[in-house]
């Protein structure tokens, strides 16, 4: 005789259909997060496996910074850089920090009746956030962050099946993340170590010739300026090594305030007026006034670095340009470029410029420098939201461009 199947049973069998979908597309998205060794690429992958896998509108992840401890933003489905970094989550008084603190899961099914809800978020991002799951990331048994899934699709309930599957995410996602670090940290030394050997080995040369009883002054005063030099080189790469490593990590935080970047190119023209005068290049500056929002003191290292390429890398008797304008595509935020009339860079060497320790061939062994500035420089804008190019022609010169945010008052 033949069972009829009832719509108990038919439902059943499609949540576990679907249960069943969901834990096979985590198992793929888990073998993604293991094969990708960029941390910026995971954070937008894990990101984008939240949303799908818990039918929500939007996700973020928090990290915990090792060195003050702080939660911050670090990745979102719709925030800049520059803002996500505008807001440090506090420990006590947020969800986030709960989950942080306690290491468990929490579910708010309605954020205006729970005391836990930091809405100074909101309020910033200018966002409604109705609902949302909470989750802590823990590798090798210590929590390094948050994973929240935020808004409910068409506000459906959420189920316990969201609470495990965002877990099972979080927990493979900080170790991806874990990994990707140390992955980055051991190349980075690795890096760090063929760098220095150069300066060392000359150092050492050095210290073996003035060892030598029957030197001749002349050329123990030549080497001694050897010396001096390469102690400079060392100190400018000790220098470039931890800028680079606490931008790469994240250490680094902006201090934001709203200036005139007109005056800010002003006044680092002012700095290498010398450097220019030395090989007759004259400084220009165009634009307007116009207010920024952002690390003044870290803006100013990025103006210094690309001035004293476009002097280092130009023709005697050039010229250097400065241009501060609005940007076109975006009137939010403000377009900074600096143009040289030095002899240009091919297109082969164009796609490497912002590489670590790159430096154009031609130009290595007559021009002073690290091979870092450039990628330093590059990794400040992108910390405000910005982005960093160049436009260049063999015989024509080359422009550096950066965006930085526009401050309201410029509006």
């Known amino acids: 005789m033949l069972r009829m199947t009832s719509y108990s049973d038919e439902n059943t069998i499609r949540n576990y259909l679907q249960l069943m979908s969901r834990y096979e597309r985590l198992m793929e998205i888990s073998r993604q997060l293991n094969s990708t060794l960029d941390v910026m690429t995971l954070l937008s992958q ?3 496996a939240a949303t799908e896998l818990t039918n929500t509108e939007q996700a973020s992840i928090l990290l915990i910074e090792p060195n003050t401890g702080e939660l911050r933003f670090t990745a979102s489905s719709n925030l800049s ?31 205006r009746n729970e005391k836990r809800f930091f809405s100074q978020a909101d309020q910033v991002f200018n ?18 962050g948050v994973v929240e899934a935020i808004n409910k699709v068409d506000d459906e309930p959420w189920t316990e099946d969201d609470v495990n ?31 220095l050997r150069t300066p060392l080995a000359a150092l050492k040369a050095s210290t073996s010739l003035l060892l030598r009883p029957q030197l001749e002054e002349d050329r123990r005063t030549d080497i001694i300026k050897t010396m001096q030099s390469e102690t400079d080189r060392l100190s400018r790469l000790a220098t470039d090594f931890l800028d680079l490593a606490r931008l790469e990590s994240g250490r680094t935080r902006l201090e934001r305030s709203e200036f005139d970047i007109y005056a800010l190119a002003s006044e680092s023209l002012e700095v290498v007026r010398h450097q220019a005068d030395e090989r007759n290049i004259s400084l220009n500056i165009d634009g307007e006034t116009l207010h920024c929002l952002g690390d003044r003191s870290k803006l100013k290292q990025v103006l210094l670095n690309l001035l004293t390429n476009a002097i280092k890398y130009n023709n005697d008797n050039g010229d250097i340009h400065v241009q501060i304008e609005e940007d076109d595509a975006d009137p939010t935020l403000i377009r900074i470029g600096v143009r040289d009339t030095g002899p240009g860079i091919s297109e082969e060497h164009q796609q490497r410029m912002f590489e670590k320790f790159f430096r154009i061939p031609s130009t290595s062994q007559t021009v002073q420098g690290t091979g870092l500035g450039l990628v330093i420089a590059k990794r400040i804008v992108e910390a405000h939201g910005g982005t960093m190019w160049l436009e260049s022609e063999l015989g ?3 422009t550096f461009f950066f965006t930085v945010p526009k401050a309201a008052q410029s509006s």
Do not use: Y
Not at 128 to 136: D, E, I, K, Q
């Open 127 to 144: 966002f409604n956030t109705r609902n949302l799951l909470g989750v802590p990331m823990t590798a090798r048994g210590r929590i390094i």
């Open 165 to 195: 599957t965002l877990s099972t995410l979080a927990g493979q996602a900080a170790i991806a993340i874990e990994n990707a670090r140390l992955f980055q940290q051991s190349d980075f030394i690795a890096e760090m170590v063929h760098e």
């Open 46 to 48: 894990i990101i984008s």
């Open 81 to 111: 850089a520059g803002a996500m970094e505008s807001v440090p989550v506090p420990m006590d008084g947020s969800l986030a920090g709960w989950v942080a603190t306690h290491g468990e899961p929490v579910l708010v099914e309605d954020t």
């Open 396 to 398: 024509e010169g080359t």
